[in-house]
């Protein structure tokens, strides 16, 4: 029985290469940054399961700023436990929070908002370190030769080696773009039903819930 195939980072550099029907250093040198920007152009286009991380942590008592996890895009939702019970943070603008911190006495924090790109700001301003989970939509973990499969070849690679392939006939300045791009678009096309039909599925949950 022949096994099925599977993108890996090693074999897309390949077969980009036969694509591409070069070799030569200056093309294959730049190979990882077509891949790299492939997947920024994926990221931000669609929202997947396959971003949704979840993160924990335990907040500084007195310190109500709240750093981000790594390649973070977007936060779901937050939640805060104590005594045993967790209950959620709710999003608010910065300028509420401040206002709220400066009327209101530390405590469990009932809301959040983003401080900067780096960090969450919460209010009240903890009292004690509480326990906290977040949602958040994250850019995958590049492709890499260390880091060979993320979710987009795992799901999408005909996305995943479009996308890169057009980045390289644009650098190339190659006549190839215009079918690479159809390639491309229609790859994304079909992720986006996905995605659009997975969004749609959480926020019904949301609201029965």
Avoid at 168 to 194: G, S
Wanted: glycine share 4%; charged share 20%.
């Amino acid at each position: 029985m022949t096994a099925s195939f599977a993108l890996t980072y090693d074999n897309l550099v390949t077969t980009i290469e036969q694509y591409l029907e070069r070799n030569d250093a200056a093309v294959v040198s730049q190979i990882p940054v077509f891949i790299t920007l492939a997947e920024f152009e994926i990221a931000q286009q669609i929202k997947t399961l396959g971003q949704i991380e979840v993160a924990q942590g335990v907040m500084s008592i007195g310190n109500p700023i709240i750093q981000k996890p790594a390649r973070w895009r977007k936060t779901g939702s937050m939640s805060v436990t104590s005594g045993g019970e967790k209950t959620p943070v709710y999003l608010r603008k910065y300028e509420y929070l401040t206002n709220y911190s400066a009327e209101s006495a530390n405590g469990l924090p009932l809301y959040y908002a983003d401080y900067n790109y780096d960090n969450w700001f919460v209010s009240p301003t903890p009292d004690q370190a509480y326990t906290f989970e977040v949602l958040v939509y994250q850019r995958l973990q590049p492709l890499s030769s260390t880091n060979q499969t993320n979710w987009i070849t795992n799901n999408a690679p005909n996305a995943m080696l479009f996308g890169a392939l057009l980045q390289a006939v644009i650098y190339l300045k190659d006549d190839a773009r215009q079918i690479f791009q159809q390639k491309y678009d229609m790859a994304m096309q079909a992720l986006k039903v996905e995605d659009v039909t997975r969004v749609g599925d959480r926020s019904a949950i949301a609201v029965d819930s």
